[in-house]
């Protein structure tokens, strides 16, 4: 999927943006996070820190050789400590269960310690209805584009299929339809649609967004304002393309 400008802008974080798509990469792509017992820690400690920092998880997708999550926070600061704690752990247990005793351990040396992460997770603003969907569709779809055998909905290690069943909190429910218009089955099932039917049925829904509802839903302050025009929004909107 190719992201036209304008759409789940990237660059400078604005902290008064409330969605975030987080992106996290292994040290050279090391195929470490293939495993159930993998899969089953992070996710685990990842709901935990999320309940602790008051952070909502829309949708993520664990990888073999990175992640995505989608979520929700009224303070970016919530978000970043959750990724730090996240990743402190994660690391230990990568080392001692995964890397520790095989040819992988071969890779690092003194010269050359042992680092999980090719870098921070990388927070990037999603700022709309319609850049929300197109994010989750890009999880959605993000096995398929690594030869995964289970695609979507059937990949087991996200939480689509959490999400097709309905499986959250009254209040995270409400917060899940207010950000996407519709509550997480129908969502799902509109990620699951062919390419050329999921852009048709976007560029509908753009036609229908109210710009200013949307600020107020994905920004923190009612009087920022709207950046833009709502024709121009609606325009930008439109301007996405997926392979």
Not at 76 to 100: A, D, H, S
Not at 180 to 193: Q, T
Request: proline share 5%; charged share 25%.
């Amino acid at each position: 999927m190719d992201r036209k400008p304008g759409i789940g802008k990237r660059g400078n974080i604005d902290r008064n943006v409330k969605v975030f798509h987080v992106v996290q990469r292994t040290t050279m792509k090391l195929p470490l996070f293939e495993s159930d017992k993998v899969f089953n820690y992070w996710q685990a400690h990842l709901k935990a820190l999320a309940l602790e920092h008051n952070v909502v998880l829309l949708c993520y997708v664990l990888m073999s050789n990175h992640y995505h999550v989608l979520l929700y926070s009224e303070d970016i600061g919530n978000v970043q400590l959750l990724f730090r704690k996240l990743n402190t752990g994660f690391c230990q247990f990568i080392w001692t269960n995964v890397i520790k005793g095989t040819e992988t351990e071969r890779l690092f040396s003194e010269e050359f310690p042992y680092r999980l992460f090719s870098s921070s997770a990388r927070l990037f603003p999603v700022e709309g209805t319609v850049p929300l969907f197109i994010d989750t569709k890009y999880l959605f779809e993000n096995p398929k584009h690594h030869n995964s055998k289970n695609q979507g909905l059937y990949y087991p290690h996200s939480n689509f299929m959490t999400l097709y069943k309905g499986g959250f909190s009254k209040k995270d429910l409400q917060l899940f339809f207010n950000l996407y218009g519709m509550y997480p089955g129908p969502a799902m099932k509109l990620v699951m649609k062919p390419a050329t039917e999921f852009r048709e049925v976007l560029k509908g829904t753009a036609r229908m967004l109210d710009p200013v509802k949307e600020n107020l839903v994905f920004f923190h302050d009612p009087d920022k304002g709207v950046a833009e025009t709502p024709e121009r929004i609606r325009e930008n909107y439109m301007k996405f393309d997926i392979n």
